[in-house]
């Protein structure tokens, strides 16, 4: 059984580019959750997702940030017009079951770089 | 609001020895606690989950409790060994309706041989 696979593991984006970041969640999970982790810090809930639906999007910025979990395919968080404050660890976390009372799969996280 | 503490500072310890964590938590009233490890470079893995009920939890060398009237959790590692060495993070479920997980900073502790 295949662990929460995110990719790109690295991506270097320049200023006012975009960035998207893709998570599948462990089979049989359809509840997705995206953190950011910014060197020296720790781990900052972005948002919550089922499919097709976003449950819980407080710790998303405003502007710029997206995600999206589809009927079919992956998870994708979505950073527009990037800046070098956007570079962070991406993670997605995976959980089976919805107001997670269990643990949260993680997978190894998407490293962004803004030059 | 709703905030989680833990030591900020590394911990260094000597192999054998056993290595305490605190967990501090304020504003929350979280029916339960997990404990994660986190290696460089590696996405955090779950370790153990101690409920309000529980006073105490063991699995293997690790051992984590639950001090609902204090708000806070310690996690120990025993007769600790240098491969325990990696950043460990306490994480509580939001009091919002979504059940979202949210984390302290993390504690890195370094063992030495």
């Known amino acids: 059984n295949a662990g929460v696979m995110q990719n790109p593991r690295h991506l270097v984006r320049r200023r006012g580019q975009e960035a998207r970041l893709r998570c599948s969640p462990m089979?049989?999970?359809?509840?997705v959750y995206w953190y950011r982790q910014l060197p020296e810090e720790g781990l900052k809930f972005m948002v919550y997702?089922?499919?097709?639906?976003?449950?819980?999007e407080s710790g998303m910025p405003k502007e710029r940030f997206s995600a999206e979990f589809p009927k079919e395919g992956p998870s994708i968080l979505r950073i527009q017009q990037v800046v070098r404050g956007d570079s962070a660890a991406y993670f997605c976390?995976?959980?089976?079951?919805?107001?997670?009372?269990?643990?949260?799969?993680f997978g190894e996280g998407s490293r962004l770089t803004v030059l | 609001s709703q905030k989680i503490e833990q030591n900020s500072e590394a911990l260094n310890i000597q192999e054998g020895k056993t290595a305490t964590l605190t967990c501090n938590y304020t504003?929350?009233?979280?029916?339960?606690l997990q404990w994660y490890r986190q290696d460089p470079g590696r996405g955090p893995v779950f370790l153990l989950l101690?409920?309000?009920?529980?006073k105490e939890k063991r699995k293997e060398r690790l051992k984590v409790t639950f001090d609902t009237t204090l708000k806070q959790s310690l996690f120990h590692i025993t007769a600790s060994q240098p491969a325990d060495s990696a950043t460990y993070l306490c994480?509580?479920?939001?009091?919002?309706?979504?059940?979202?997980?949210?984390f302290g900073q993390g504690t890195t502790l370094q063992v030495k041989p």
């Open positions: 976390a995976s959980s089976p079951i919805s107001r997670n009372t269990g643990e949260l799969f």
């Open positions: 997702l089922q499919k097709e639906n976003i449950i819980d």
């Open positions: 994480a509580l479920v939001d009091s919002s309706n979504t059940g979202k997980l949210i």
């Open positions: 504003n929350y009233s979280p029916a339960y």
């Open positions: 089979k049989g999970h359809s509840h």
């Open positions: 101690i409920r309000e009920n529980e």
